[in-house]
């Protein structure tokens, strides 16, 4: 399943998915069946404990969806948790340097590519009945993915572009927005500028970029620009339009 992931964004092509913030299995499932290419479970903003993910990471892993998460800072045990659950990616939030991407991919990774916490017995290892060579291997080889927010990280972008180890460069477009004086404006020019010279900075460097968008033309717009990491909206996000557009077409044929 990650080798697919991964080969779709070696080819070039765009994978979908949307934020999580359900503590309910069944919208993983149907994430996963809709057709997207990864979930990102969200620590940092929604309401899941850690006994919660595990059951969401299960989920994914069943409708055949790339589980990732997106830790609640970059502490070592933010980032190891989810991983020694099982999720395929973690998503790592406000990356403000090279030397802080740098721990990030350390703290996600075992030897020789970082130092993470070792412990076999663990549901990514099967809680002991994987090989310990081949679970190294096979931990090695998840996502790590961080995100760029603000204009610490811009300033120090090209050294965080030099860390070995960072699968994609994803733009957070809401904080940078914030950071940049003009906070939730996506759309304002000093945002979506900003973030074009990210991209072409980033892929001039050979990263996967990626962002958030929650409107289709802003996708189909990222997606046209070479970002091939799309995050399409949340999933309460997605219900309350879909909820919104029924009731409106309802009171429309009163």
Known sequence: MLNRFKNK?????????????????????????AGFDFVVLDMEHGPAGIHELQNLIRAAMLANVIPIVRTSDSSENAISKPLDLGALGVQIPQVVSGEMAERCVKA????????????????????????????????????VIIQIEGKNAID????????????????????????????????NPVVTNTMNAIVRKAQAAGKVVGTFTDTL?????????????????????????????IVNSLSLEK
């Open 108 to 143: 996600a990774r075992f030897f020789p590519k970082g130092e993470r916490g070792v412990c076999r017995f663990v549901r990514a290892a099967g809680y002991s009945s994987m090989a310990s060579d081949e679970y190294f291997k096979r931990a090695n080889e998840a996502l």
């Open 156 to 187: 120090d972008l090209d050294n965080i572009l030099k860390v070995d180890g960072i699968d994609i460069i994803f733009i957070g477009p809401y904080d940078l927005s914030q950071s940049l004086g003009v906070p939730g404006q996506v759309s």
């Open 9 to 33: 964004l070696r080819n070039g092509l765009p994978v979908f998915g949307p934020f999580m913030k359900t503590t309910d299995p069944a919208f993983i499932e149907v994430a996963g069946h």
């Open 217 to 245: 033309p802003s996708a189909e717009m990222w997606k046209k620009a070479g970002v091939q990491y799309i995050s399409y909206s949340v999933d309460v996000g997605i219900f309350t339009t879909a909820c919104r557009e």
